[in-house]
């Protein structure tokens, strides 16, 4: 288990979450290896930029 702390994004929930869908776009709707590690890194960054969103409003 890696105890590694990412750094929180600068970027929106909308940026990242279209990063995602674009990654599902490029892969035809069926994630390699190397493509479901960047998924879950995105969503994991999407879910930290949203508390922050949500405290600016």
């Known amino acids: 288990m ?5 750094p929180v994004s ?3 929930a909308a ?3 279209e990063e995602i869908r674009a990654l599902w776009l490029r892969s035809g709707g069926t ?4 493509q479901r590690e960047e998924y879950q890194r995105l969503v994991m960054e999407w879910a930290a ?3 922050e969103q949500v405290k600016a409003a």
């Open 49 to 51: 930029a949203v508390p």
């Open 31 to 34: 994630l390699s290896v190397e």
């Open 10 to 12: 600068d970027r929106s």
């Open 15 to 17: 940026e990242v979450n």
């Open 2 to 6: 890696s105890t590694t702390v990412e």
